[in-house]
T-cell receptor, first 115, second 114 residues
Framework: AQSVTQLDSQVPVFEEAPVELRCNYSSSVSVYLFWYVQYPNQGLQLLLKYLSGSTLVKGINGFEAEFNKSQTSFHLRKPSVHISDTAEYFCAVSSIKAAGNKLTFGGGTRVLVKP | DSGVTQTPKHLITATGQRVTLRCSPRSGDLSVYWYQQSLDQGLQFLIQYYNGEERAKGNILERFSAQQFPDLHSELNLSSLELGDSALYFC?????????????FGPGTRLTVL
């Protein structure tokens, strides 16, 4: 079984400032790691994913995340946020060896970008 | 637009009733997933179908059932509804059964049980 913990439920940040969203996971098996974004009144959209290889993963809209196996973390960063980045962000994992492909999500981090 | 469609967008019903939520996956996607998003439980996986067959099950209540039809659209049936079933229900689709293929999410159906 897997579990995902997002350490911050809300993160207020000023426009053009950097932001980091923290994610820790627990799993008895190897996992793939994902970050999804949910804009108000919309479904989820994939920002980036880590499968293997380089621990620094670049995604859409200027986001990047770093996988740290020893700390079982997958933190998301953006060097300079825009008002349009106001959304809820979800970290998720799926088991590499599972028969299906279910995603286990963290509780989400709501980012509010202030002008 | 993810290419995944869900109907209806909103559904208001009473306790004890039964409803059906419908999902059409992206063209070419064989896997369909259902997720429930609620304030107290967060985003939870319910069930996955692949090419018409159930392939993975999460914490789906016995009052809930789903199926995937030959044209690959899927329906989630919720019966004997309770107040606690009020939530946003998402459908997602992906091309494959497993692996790290992206799941594309629909806009969701917001269910309100009164």
């Amino acid at each position: 079984a897997q579990s995902v913990t997002q350490l911050d439920s809300q993160v207020p940040v000023f426009e053009e400032a950097p932001v980091e969203l923290r994610c820790n996971y627990s799993s008895s098996v190897s996992v793939y790691l994902f970050w999804y974004v949910q804009y108000p009144n919309q479904g989820l959209q994939l920002l980036l994913k880590y499968l293997s290889g380089s621990t620094l993963v670049k995604g859409i809209n200027g986001f990047e995340a770093e996988f740290n196996k020893s700390q079982t973390s997958f933190h998301l960063r953006k060097p300079s946020v825009h008002i349009s980045d106001t959304a809820e962000y979800f970290c998720a994992v799926s088991s590499i060896k599972a028969a299906g492909n279910k995603l286990t999500f963290g509780g989400g981090t709501r980012v509010l970008v202030k002008p | 637009d993810s290419g995944v469609t869900q109907t209806p967008k909103h559904l208001i019903t009473a306790t004890g009733q039964r409803v059906t939520l419908r999902c059409s996956p992206r063209s070419g996607d064989l896997s369909v997933y259902w997720y429930q998003q609620s304030l107290d439980q967060g985003l939870q996986f319910l069930i996955q179908y692949y090419n018409g067959e159930e392939r993975a099950k999460g914490n789906i209540l016995e009052r809930f059932s789903a199926q995937q039809f030959p044209d690959l659209h899927s329906e989630l049936n919720l019966s004997s509804l309770e107040l606690g079933d009020s939530a946003l229900y998402f459908c997602a689709s992906s091309v494959a059964l497993a692996g790290a293929f992206e799941q594309f999410f629909g806009p969701g159906t917001r269910l309100t049980v009164l």
